[in-house]
Nanobody, 116 residues
């Protein structure tokens, strides 16, 4: 069974930075696209950023210019570099991996808290 492994969340000051990482537990698992989503209590899960194998990227307007998504295709790993963090970025961040059959695999989520 393939597991989606997330890491890098934590507590940071406003204006600080965090780097999230996500990978599939099986090295033979081939990923077509990767993405990061976030969710706060009482609200729908929302897109943060996505990236395809060809490195086509898409960002939510709220994070453009501050967040950068990237991937290492050899390691099947996706990263989210988060700079200039704001309190409104506080959420549980979920990694999503999509295979070549368009099946989605989700991580358990990692908490990001931005507070002074």
């Amino acid at each position: 069974q393939v597991r989606v492994v997330e890491s890098g969340g934590g507590l940071v000051q406003p204006g600080g930075s965090l780097r999230l990482s996500c990978a599939a537990s099986e090295t033979s698992f081939r990923i077509y696209a990767m993405g990061w989503y976030r969710q706060v209590p009482g609200k729908q899960r929302e897109l943060v950023a996505t990236i395809t194998t060809g490195r086509t990227t898409n960002y939510a307007d709220s994070v453009k210019g501050r967040f950068t998504i990237s991937r290492d295709n050899t390691k099947n790993t996706v990263y989210l570099q988060m700079n200039s963090l704001k309190p409104e970025d506080t959420a549980v961040y979920f990694c999503m991996l999509k295979d070549y059959r368009a099946t989605d695999y989700w991580g358990q989520g990692t908490q990001v808290t931005v507070s002074s």
